[in-house]
């Protein structure tokens, strides 16, 4: 597809407002224009939508996505589209959980690799093990799982509204899978006991809170955000523990004037993009399963509509499935 040179110019103008903030050189959003503006064009011919992860590279958020956000605030948006098409930026439990609750529409994951090391911890056989090994005790799972395992369980959470649905339970004792440090993280805020299993996330697991205290004696005020599945001694460190969306929303009502963020690369760059006056410190790590998809990808996803890039999801397991997401959206109260 052949664009004009005025075109262009405006697409490059649109993503430089955005991504000069990320050190995005005018030549770089030049190079991407014609394929953000060929996504936007088949997404309005297909009515397909694109709902990005907030861990996504810029060029995506800033680029093609309709919606950014947590797990939380995606699995809301899919729930409540009128899209015929649903492109999922994101890993493939994300995927699978728009297409749980959006059974009649067409769901797509870019990359086949898109996978996650918590999700990947955990089969639905384990769960039925635990609940055998632990009968009448509820069980909660993070939304970082399979639709097989969601199917298994009583509840679903995210970061968003983990500690809400724990204490929303009546009961002291619950199965929480599949995030350990998560569990462990929880048992501290909620003081109830919480049978984990032994999965991990490959980004959060690496933080490290020597690093937090060599950080505070160079910047004195700084304000540490840990993603609640880093490992509990790095929680213990932080200012505020949470999800992405609650780090949002402390930065933007912060008067810190630095930050440092123990999540994924995305999440601060997205924050730098926002905020581009307040100030972030530190590395951040890189999800080698969120960066498997790209603009390019995308647009053979909307070209060709691979058959092997499209969710599918045995009729049974995404009926238990969903019964589980709608318990959250019932206990988180935001649905
Ligand atoms: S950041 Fe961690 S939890 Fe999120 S997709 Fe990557 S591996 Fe999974």
Not at 35 to 42: D, K, S, V, Y
Request: glycine residues 4%; proline residues 4%.
């Amino acid at each position: 597809m052949d664009f004009s040179k005025a075109k262009l110019e405006a697409e490059t103008d649109r993503l430089q407002l955005k991504l000069s903030a990320l050190g995005w050189s005018r030549e770089a959003c030049l190079m991407i224009a014609p394929l953000t503006l060929q996504i936007n064009l088949l997404k309005k011919e297909k009515n397909a939508i694109i709902l990005a992860h907030s861990y996504q590279t810029p060029d995506i958020i800033y680029g093609v996505a309709d919606f950014t956000g947590d797990s939380y605030a995606l699995s809301l948006q899919a729930s409540k589209t009128s899209a015929d098409t649903i492109i999922f930026a994101g890993v493939r439990f994300m995927a699978q959980t728009a297409k749980i609750l959006n059974p009649h529409k067409r769901v797509f994951l870019p990359s086949l690799d898109a996978g996650c090391s918590l999700a990947d911890g955990i089969t639905a056989d384990d769960v039925r093990m635990l609940k055998r090994k632990h009968p009448g005790v509820p069980t909660v799972c993070y939304i970082n799982t399979s639709a097989e395992v969601k199917a298994e369980c009583d509840v679903c959470c995210t970061s968003a509204n983990a500690e809400r649905i724990i204490r929303a339970l009546p009961e002291r004792e619950i199965i929480f899978v599949p995030d350990a440090f998560m569990a462990k993280n929880l048992e501290a805020k909620t003081g109830k006991r919480l049978i984990s299993w032994n999965a991990t996330c490959i980004v959060h697991s690496g933080f490290d809170r020597r690093k937090i205290q060599q950080l505070r004696r160079f910047f004195p005020s700084l304000a540490v955000l840990a993603h609640s599945e880093c490992p509990p001694e790095v929680a213990q460190e932080a200012d505020m523990v949470g999800g992405t969306a609650d780090m949002e929303k402390y930065v933007s009502s912060s008067n810190s004037e630095s930050f440092l963020l123990l999540t994924e690369c995305g999440l601060s760059d997205r924050l730098r993009a926002e905020f581009p006056s307040k100030r972030f410190v530190g590395s951040c790590s890189l999800c080698p399963y969120m960066k498997r998809n790209s603009l390019p990808l995308i647009l053979r996803l909307l070209e060709d509509e691979p058959a092997k890039n499209e969710i599918s999801i045995d009729a049974d397991v995404a009926r238990r499935a969903r019964l589980c997401l709608e318990r959250m959206f019932e206990l988180s109260q935001d649905g």
